[in-house]
């Protein structure tokens, strides 16, 4: 009993078309699959790199831009510029009053004088309510 098959390059088989062109079709798919597979996991990998890479530099900015070491922005630049100068000014309008040599115009006289008259109004009637007050409380207490 020799079941042996002799298989070589000569050797022939049959196949009907229709499985043949179902594994080729089968074979296909599955290498599309693969390779989208692949290419999906590369694209993943390529973003997780340079995820990595961008939380390294912000890692190193949160750390150092509080610290002055990573310098300053213009804008920041342009703002203490500012605020010395406004410091200057404000040493000398603070001199000036001291000294009594403020600028003074007829606008900034008004504006006061309003201010000084709205300021003794109610002064005025402040006083009036503690007299009011005052009253009450002498009337409840006299009443017990």
């Known amino acids: 009993m020799s079941d042996a098959i002799d298989v070589s390059d000569r050797t022939k088989f049959a196949m009907p078309v229709r499985n043949l062109i179902s ?4 074979v296909a798919v599955g290498v599309w699959a693969y390779f989208g597979i692949i290419e999906r996991l590369n694209t993943i990998e390529t973003n997780y790199i340079l995820m990595q890479a961008d ?7 949160s750390r150092e831009w509080p ?9 920041d630049s342009e703002q203490f510029m500012l605020i010395e100068h406004l410091s200057g000014e404000f040493d000398k309008l603070l001199q000036n009053i001291e000294t009594g040599k403020a600028p ?6 008004l504006t006061l004088d309003f201010y000084r008259q709205r300021i003794e109004t109610l002064e005025g009637k402040v006083e009036i309510l ?3 007050v005052a009253e ?6 006299s009443a017990r």
Request: charged share 15%.
């Open 23 to 26: 594994l080729i079709a089968s």
């Open 55 to 61: 939380v390294s530099e912000n890692t190193i900015f």
């Open 67 to 75: 610290r002055g070491n990573l310098g300053s922005l213009p804008a």
């Open 104 to 109: 003074f115009d007829q606008q900034q006289a």
């Open 130 to 132: 503690k007299d009011n």
């Open 136 to 141: 009450l409380k002498a009337h409840n207490g």
